[in-house]
């Protein structure tokens, strides 16, 4: 864990970092995300320009390449006879002022009306010679006289403009390469259309004027379009305009996603940044634990090697007075018998409870001893089956004694093992020893092997009350223990054995009751 006086320094800095890099990326996102709309933007006008401006040479050079055939004047004059011969137009002098009005509005260089002897009624203008123009005569259908129209210059010049342009407004709806396309001539007046129907119709585009006096190209956004007004020549030296909509939909569209793709990107990279905050979180965490695990571990050498030495000097000054107690209690109980049964029977309890005593500080001594000195396995192949029955002969005879039942499981398979079998045998006694005292009578404790592809693991488990769960992150540690006249250092030795061998042990408690030891050791290479 990190001390907690470095922990909030290290938790803003984690917090600081995660919060800077959450704004660039919010802030980018929405500057990106501006400019790519601006660059579209531009984009989008660029290419309505370059169209407008393909558009217009178009238009130019067909009002140029088109001239009227005789058909299409004939049929324009039809249709403009037809109109005035339904105004009910009077077979007399009153008919003049409808048919000045007529020609006026239409662009007409001549309009009269005959009888159906051939005889002039009236006419507009009264004086003008259209020999050389473009005429038609239509009988009226109500069989009252004849009328006579003549198309003016201007209107020929119109007419020629309005076929050339609406066939090219066709050609480019066709081809799709704008959502419309209107050409304007003077007054706004709409001279061809995409859309037949807009035709005659006034455009309202503010930009059409300023087009045609700068001779430039303006750019609109309209709803959901954006247009561009551009000049264009029409015959003589009259200019028109055309106007250009593109919708901005699928513009939009491509905006939003784009917009889009980013905050997803960003979430991805808010995502990674945390990611790589709590990856540095760990490794420091990590790290801290490492330099507190050393530091324990350097106390603890330090403390080792004070009670090592004064272990040795006391194990050495202890361990010959003991000897000698040990032999003379042996003399006393085979040379000194009391003659009385009943004395010689309490006298054979009390050398032997004195002889158990003096075992028992040996044993304290050696494990004083034991703990102090640097330990290097001796290493020798041995197979796991014959050393499990070894065991098995040491600690049966034991448990039987105390009334428990003992199992070895032997299923898992023989190997040969490269290890110190003798503190091996060691560690796995202590252990069972423990199981041993925290068994009740008539329980069963089991030694189970198994052999997986990498280690040899072996488990005892025993019917006992277990370890109490505050107790087990402590149960190696030095001099800790659970046991009334135990000295706490069987486990922490049993733990520095298996260690030298590179290898793992725990201590853990049974889900129904009792508790399981578990040794782990690799496999020796092949």
Same mark, same amino acid.
């Given at each position: ?19 800077? %890099? ?50 299409? %004047? ?22 003049? @002022? ?95 259309? *995409? ?71 960003? @979430? ?103 703990? *102090? =000195? ?71 404790? =089991? ?68 508790? %399981? ?10």
């Amino acid at each position: 864990m990190i001390p907690k006086d470095k922990r909030y320094p290290f938790m803003l800095y984690v917090g600081l970092f995660l919060g800077t %890099i959450v704004v660039i990326l919010i802030a980018n996102m929405f500057f990106l995300s501006r400019q790519t709309k601006k660059d579209f933007i531009k984009m989008f006008w660029r290419q309505n320009g370059e169209t407008a401006e393909f558009i217009a040479l178009s238009a130019t050079q067909a009002i140029d390449s088109n001239p009227l055939k005789n058909g299409q %004047i004939n049929e324009h004059l039809k249709s403009f006879a037809k109109r005035l011969d339904q105004t009910n137009l009077p077979l007399s002098t009153k008919s003049e @002022g409808l048919l000045q009005n007529f020609r006026e509005q239409n662009g007409m260089a001549l309009v009269a009306l005959y009888d159906n002897t051939g005889a002039l009624i009236s006419q507009s203008p009264e004086k003008a010679n259209a020999s050389h123009l473009p005429t038609l005569a239509w009988p009226r259908k109500s069989g009252q006289g004849v009328l006579m129209l003549s198309l003016g210059q201007q209107k020929i010049t119109e007419l020629r403009e309005h076929l050339a342009l609406s066939e090219l407004a066709l050609s480019l709806k066709t081809k799709k390469i704008a959502d419309y396309v209107s050409f304007i001539g003077p007054h706004r007046k709409i001279l061809a259309h *995409s859309n037949p129907e807009m035709v005659g119709t006034i455009e309202d585009n503010e930009g059409i004027e300023s087009s045609i006096k700068d001779k430039t190209t303006y750019y609109y956004r309209r709803g959901t379009r954006y247009e561009a007004v551009h000049p264009f020549k029409l015959s003589g030296d009259r200019w028109g305009t055309i106007l250009i909509g593109l919708n901005s939909e699928e513009f939009d569209q491509i905006y939003d996603d784009i917009f889009e793709n980013t905050a997803v990107f960003s @979430g991805w990279v808010i995502m990674l940044a945390s990611l790589v905050s709590m990856i540095v979180w760990r490794f420091q965490t990590l790290y801290y634990r490492k330099i507190e695990s050393m530091q324990r571990q350097i106390a603890e050498g330090a403390k080792l090697v004070s009670l090592g030495n004064l272990a040795a000097g006391v194990a050495h000054e202890i361990r010959n007075p003991l000897n000698s107690i040990s032999m003379t209690l042996q003399r006393l109980e085979l040379e000194f018998p009391p003659d009385e049964p009943e004395l010689s029977k309490e006298y054979s309890f009390l050398t032997q409870l004195m002889l158990g005593e003096v075992k028992r500080i040996n044993r304290i001594v050696t494990d004083f001893l034991g703990f *102090s =000195k640097p330990y290097a396995p001796r290493l020798e192949s041995f197979s796991t089956g014959h050393w499990l029955q070894e065991l098995e002969v040491l600690f049966s005879a034991e448990a039987k004694a105390k009334g428990i039942h003992f199992f070895v499981d032997q299923s898992g398979g023989d190997i040969q093992m490269v290890a110190d079998q003798e503190k091996l045998k060691q560690v796995a006694l202590n252990l069972l020893n423990n199981a041993l005292e925290a068994s009740p009578e008539g329980s069963l404790i =089991k030694l189970i092997s198994k052999i997986t592809p990498k280690h040899w693991k072996l488990q005892i488990i025993d019917q006992g009350e277990g370890i109490p769960r505050e107790k087990l992150p402590q149960i190696f540690d030095i001099y800790y223990t659970t046991k009334a006249h135990g000295t706490g250092l069987g486990l922490y030795i049993c733990q520095k054995i298996i260690q030298a061998h590179q290898g793992h042990i725990e201590l853990a408690n049974n889900l129904d009751r009792g508790a %399981i030891a578990t040794l782990i050791l690799p496999k020796p290479l092949k």
